[in-house]
């Protein structure tokens, strides 16, 4: 073991038994729910922990044994008294594709499609919370086979994006009312580069798209994994903002795009690379932290002040930390915390976020679709209950 290590480690035994015995972590909020037997869960876990600020979570239950063609489905959003609508989904297979989404305050839109379209439309209804009201849109998707799917969500509207193997991608710009704006442009560079898989993520202000996040994913002929992360501006504006690269191949990434920065986390092993960017994509911060275990789940928050928070869960969920890092890369503090109890086994969704009263909150949100089970937790910490280190990682 390093002396880097061998001090990281160190410093988290001393916090794990300091935040044990002394520190006020204090549970903001905490729910569990038990569904009947031979329910769906829906909850895309993706979009919930891609959010930059607490979100409500927002999910689907439907009935596995429901005619076929049709699904009979409660949507719910966990508001304070929490909110839900029947609906019903027809043209529907059991072996569709099917996502819920929050956008607005009160709205969420629902999809359902074939993962390989062969032409066939994607079927979408736009529901509002506080009346229960429905719109349902048709979108006649002209692509022969959909690989992965996108969404956007601002106050009043919403994007979704659908690509295909060939770098093609359809853009549907879809308001409240059902109005539909379609655009379509190919992604020239992935294909120069010989990327196929990719991922987007929306970076919105004041309810308005500023640009795109883009991650393209890629096997060379030397079996060197990598991830080329680009900044993509609506007027076609492009720039690369990094390269990652791994022999192992085994890559998981987080974005920030909180306070006017641009955040990104990559996982190698042990290790886990932050990046931060000003909006312009010009490189603020480029640091790393090795762990004592290997980091198989985090979630990373930009700070208003320069710096940002991250929370890290390793295998098996027995570790679970939040750091605190400066604008220069120094550690601050961080904290060692019983690991939540309901989530054993289970992939948790995962968030960090800043609020008015200065606590730092992670949320872990865990869904279990073998016993229809969904839990929810929020904890929070201040500064003093930080353990304060002196070490730069």
Same mark, same amino acid.
């Given at each position: 073991?390093?002396?880097?290590?061998?001090?990281?480690?160190?410093?988290?035994?001393?916090?794990?038994?300091?935040?044990?015995?002394?520190?006020?972590?204090?549970?903001?909020?905490?729910?569990?729910?038990?569904?009947?037997?031979?329910?769906?869960?829906?909850?895309?876990?993706?979009?919930?922990?891609?959010?930059?600020?607490?979100?409500?979570?927002?999910?689907?239950?439907? +009935?596995?044994?429901?005619?076929?063609? *049709?699904?009979?489905? &409660?949507?719910? %959003?966990? =508001?304070?008294? @929490?909110? !839900?609508?029947?609906?019903?989904?027809?043209?529907?297979?059991?072996?569709?594709?099917?996502?819920?989404?929050?956008?607005?305050?009160?709205?969420?839109?629902?999809?359902?499609?074939?993962?390989?379209?062969?032409?066939?439309?994607?079927?979408?209804?736009?529901?509002?919370?506080?009346?229960?009201?429905?719109?349902?849109?048709?979108?006649?998707e002209s692509l022969f086979s959909i690989r992965w799917a996108y969404f956007a969500?601002?106050?009043?509207?919403?994007?979704?994006?659908?690509?295909?193997?060939?770098?093609?991608? +359809?853009?549907?710009?879809?308001?409240? *009312?059902?109005?539909? &704006?379609?655009? %379509?442009? =190919?992604?020239? @560079?992935? !294909?120069?580069?010989?990327?196929?898989?990719?991922?987007?993520?929306?970076?919105?202000?004041?309810?308005?798209?500023?640009?795109?996040?883009?991650?393209?994913?890629?096997?060379?002929?030397?079996?060197?994994?990598?991830?080329?992360?680009?900044?993509?501006?609506?007027?076609?504006?492009?720039?690369?903002?990094?390269?990652?690269?791994?022999?192992?191949?085994?890559?998981?990434?987080?974005?920030?795009?909180?306070?006017?920065?641009?955040?990104?986390?990559?996982?190698?092993?042990?290790?886990?690379?932050?990046?931060?960017?000003?909006?312009?994509?010009?490189?603020?911060?480029?640091?790393?932290?090795?762990?004592?275990?290997?980091?198989?789940?985090?979630?990373?928050?930009?700070?208003?002040?320069?710096?940002?928070?991250?929370?890290?869960?390793?295998?098996?969920?027995?570790?679970?930390?939040?750091?605190?890092?400066?604008?220069?890369?120094?550690?601050?503090?961080?904290?060692?915390?019983?690991?939540?109890?309901?989530?054993?086994?289970?992939?948790?969704?995962?968030?960090?976020?800043?609020?008015?009263?200065?606590?730092?909150?992670?949320?872990?949100?865990?869904?279990?679709?073998?016993?229809?089970?969904?839990?929810?937790?929020?904890?929070?910490?201040?500064?003093?209950?930080?353990?304060?280190?002196?070490?730069?990682?």
């Amino acid at each position: 073991m390093s002396i880097r290590e061998k001090s990281i480690a160190l410093l988290a035994i001393i916090c794990f038994f300091a935040s044990t015995t002394s520190a006020n972590e204090r549970i903001a909020y905490q729910k569990h729910w038990d569904f009947p037997y031979g329910s769906k869960i829906f909850f895309n876990p993706k979009l919930y922990r891609q959010s930059d600020e607490y979100q409500n979570l927002t999910y689907l239950l439907c +009935n596995f044994h429901d005619e076929k063609f *049709e699904r009979n489905c &409660t949507a719910a %959003q966990d =508001t304070q008294p @929490e909110r !839900s609508c029947s609906v019903t989904l027809e043209h529907i297979n059991t072996d569709d594709d099917l996502e819920i989404y929050p956008f607005g305050s009160t709205r969420a839109v629902i999809f359902w499609s074939k993962q390989v379209t062969k032409g066939l439309p994607i079927k979408c209804i736009i529901l509002d919370f506080g009346t229960c009201k429905s719109k349902y849109v048709l979108l006649k998707e002209s692509l022969f086979s959909i690989r992965w799917a996108y969404f956007a969500a601002y106050e009043d509207s919403f994007d979704l994006i659908v690509s295909n193997s060939f770098n093609v991608r +359809n853009k549907y710009h879809i308001d409240v *009312e059902g109005k539909v &704006t379609f655009s %379509q442009w =190919t992604n020239h @560079e992935l !294909s120069r580069l010989g990327f196929g898989d990719e991922d987007y993520r929306a970076i919105v202000a004041d309810s308005k798209l500023q640009a795109f996040l883009n991650f393209g994913y890629s096997l060379s002929i030397f079996d060197r994994y990598s991830i080329v992360t680009s900044l993509i501006k609506p007027d076609g504006w492009s720039k690369v903002l990094a390269v990652y690269h791994d022999q192992i191949g085994y890559f998981q990434k987080v974005e920030s795009t909180a306070h006017e920065k641009i955040g990104v986390a990559v996982v190698y092993n042990h290790r886990v690379n932050v990046s931060q960017f000003d909006q312009e994509g010009e490189l603020k911060l480029n640091t790393s932290l090795t762990y004592t275990f290997h980091v198989r789940y985090l979630a990373l928050r930009n700070l208003a002040d320069g710096g940002f928070l991250l929370f890290t869960i390793g295998y098996g969920g027995s570790e679970y930390h939040l750091t605190k890092v400066d604008d220069q890369g120094k550690v601050l503090g961080t904290i060692q915390m019983e690991p939540e109890r309901n989530c054993g086994g289970e992939t948790p969704s995962l968030q960090v976020f800043d609020n008015e009263a200065n606590e730092y909150c992670f949320v872990v949100a865990c869904c279990d679709n073998v016993y229809a089970k969904l839990d929810l937790v929020v904890r929070c910490v201040s500064d003093e209950d930080l353990c304060k280190s002196e070490f730069v990682f």
